[in-house]
């Protein structure tokens, strides 16, 4: 296993004193209808640092939405660019892009079959610096093919989630999956066949080996009653059994080391997860972490609660990886007024939520991306005049320059390996302690429960190793995680027999 160098730079009940840039509108008009794309999905920031967005409007022709592309390079916004010429109804885009700089885009578009849906896509060339025209991917008569999603390894394969239903009922949305390599498109797979309910709001992620990770809505044993379902795609194409992880509606995902962060929200007070919830039922942010090594894929921790309990509704919840950890972004209010909500979250605890912005009006579309020093990016759709007409902003969240008070540094330890991993008889931990103290090093199974101590005690700042005696563990997944001062890091151990 490859070695581990997860911090955890979290202290509970700290307040966030993150400096964000103040909202420029990038596009502004008239339009009749105007919002972004598929969360986080709609925003990637590639390896040069430019940043890219796709979003749909009707702003060349009330009416007629279409998709069309951005980019930010060096602090300026280009022109938007017309990707979809359908003179007719495209929505949701999702963008990818892959190591060598080629634009991945996909859609759903009703210029076909009206008003049944299709998916359309195009793609940018980077060698050749030119976009294709945007074609049909899955078009089937009579049939809803509905929000298409898409990620890319840096290799360049691209991988297609999309969920689709038959147009007589809109209670039978089933997921298929598809990949683009060498130039083309492979043959469309099923992922689920219940026949009953919904799957809605996938979501996907890439780790550092390959394996793909997939979650999804899914409302199978009661209508509305939305639970969290996971599976992975291994690098070789294998595609494991899916798992139910419990009640939730999925907004975001995005892995920090080796753990997986998930945003959903809730009703209040309720086990029930609710897309889009009307006003009149409140609901709640909630964020749950699972290691992706973990083979029962059992929450290390499960629904935290991040924002408030109250008459308050959640729109959209965007998770990113910054200077600070996993920042959580969330949109919050009532109809007519809703607020930009922040914090960072952790597997041991997570920041008090910070205020970051109030608008008399409407938001959705809360997306973040993370830049290439630890910096975050947010874009997000707003309105005044309930949802008509739709302005589409940015905020920039820089790194803090050292010393600044504005940001948060703490000191951290870093749990750098264990080796071997899996181990049978033992194995050795090491990690860097930022300053002499006392230091706890323990054993946790994935329910959280401690199941030995392997050092308790002081010790001097800088690198040390400790033996980690497993002859008393089954064999199984556990964390070993190392405590000084009040901030933590842990790291996946697997006993093997």
Known sequence: MKNVMLVLTLLVGMVLAHTWSDPQAIVATDSVDMVGGSGTYCQVMDS?????????????????????????????????LRLSWGEGMSHVPSMAIDGK??????????????????????RYDASAGTWSNDEPLVVKPRWHSLAPLVVAEPGGKVHLVWCDGPGESRTRFELHYCYWENGQWSDEVPLTDIGVGDRWAQLMVLDETGTLHLLWADDRTARND??????????????????????GMPHDVVICTDLLFLSQTCVQDVELGMYDPPEGIPT???????????????????????????????????LGVSYSGVRLVWSQGVEGHYCLYQATVGLYGMSTPEFIGSYLG?????????????????????SIDGGVDWDIYYRHNPVPPKGNSDGYSPPRIILSSITPNPADNGAVVSFDV???????????????????TVFSGTLTAGRHELAVDTTGLRSGAYFVRATSDGVSASAPLVVTR
């Open 48 to 80: 040069r640092g430019t940043l890219h967005l796709v979003f749909f409007s009707d702003f060349e022709e009330p009416g007629n939405r279409e998709i069309y592309y951005m980019n930010n390079e060096g602090g300026t916004w280009s022109e938007p």
């Open 101 to 122: 700089g080629n634009i991945t885009v996909v859609w759903y578009d009703y210029r076909l079959n009206y008003p049944y849906g299709d998916v359309f896509w195009c």
């Open 226 to 247: 939305w639970h969290v379902y996971y599976k992975t795609l291994s690098p070789n194409g294998v595609w494991s059994e899916e798992l139910n992880l419990g009640p």
């Open 284 to 318: 709640q942010v909630e964020y749950s972490v699972k290691s992706i090594y973990d083979p029962n894929d059992v929450w290390l921790l499960e629904g935290q609660s991040v924002s408030p309990a109250g008459d308050f509704f959640i729109r959209q919840a965007a």
């Open 362 to 382: 409407n938001t959705r579309t809360v997306s973040l991306s993370s830049g290439l020093k630890g910096d975050l990016n947010l874009i997000y759709a707003y």
């Open 434 to 452: 930022p300053a002499t103290g006392n230091v706890e090093v323990a054993v946790y199974d994935t329910a959280g429960r401690r199941v030995g």
